[in-house]
């Protein structure tokens, strides 16, 4: 399979790697029933939702955004989103993806706002770590912007043409941050039409994804 000429491509991990959109909106709704709050009705109502920095995500839904009762928050989801995160599959069609670049000979790595050593351990758990390079967390587990991130990463690796695949506008953020190119793919944590609003190029699924990647 041919693949675009890129030099490395930098995926996010929740919701483009990582289906775990259903987990993430259980923990948030056992949160918001134990405060007497009305719940997520429905994944879409989520993805209208959500967002980065978090804090941001938490204040729209009625969720402590500010100080320690955001760190006890946010410990709080974090400890519910573990316990079930055996649960969460990868995306159908990734795997198939990351073959084909592979076999291509592009390197790839893992650009993420979840913390460094649980990233570590969820992409080992789910057997995909071979795939990768290098991985790229936060230092937290705040989900507060990736996009130091991806600017350390362009001042160390100047002259390469990268390619940031991802499922928020935070990601096309990211990617512009960095300089790189820039693909979202839906069904992650964020509507479409969110996604169009980036400028960004935008694939219903990893196959509409996979044939753009391997077109001449």
């Not at 649960?87 to 000979?105: K, Q, W």
Request: charged share 25%.
């Amino acid at each position: 399979m041919h693949i675009r000429n890129y030099d490395r491509v930098l995926w996010d991990f929740n919701g483009t790697l990582l289906d775990d959109v259903a987990l993430g909106i259980s923990a948030t709704n056992q949160l918001l029933g134990q405060r007497g709050l009305p719940a997520i009705p429905s994944e879409e109502a989520y993805r209208a939702a959500f967002g980065f920095p978090v804090k941001n995500y938490y204040r729209a839904i009625g969720l402590p955004y500010e100080g320690e009762a955001f760190a006890e928050i946010a410990e709080a989801w974090m400890a519910l989103y573990r316990a079930g995160e055996h649960t969460a599959p990868l995306r159908e069609g990734c795997v198939s993806v990351l073959n084909a670049i592979r076999d291509a000979g592009v390197a790839q790595g893992v650009l993420s706002a979840m913390e460094n050593r649980m990233l570590e351990e969820r992409v080992t758990a789910l057997g995909i770590r071979p795939y990768f390079d290098h991985l790229f967390g936060l230092g937290d587990i705040y989900a507060a912007d990736k996009t130091d991130l991806a600017k350390r990463y362009a001042l160390t690796h100047a002259g390469e043409r990268v390619l940031m695949i991802g499922d928020t506008d935070h990601d096309a953020e990211t990617a512009a941050a960095g300089g790189f190119d820039c693909a979202l793919i839906e069904g992650g944590h964020q509507t479409r039409e969110r996604l169009l609003s980036t400028g960004c190029r935008v694939f219903a699924d990893f196959d509409a994804f996979s044939a753009w990647l391997s077109e001449e």
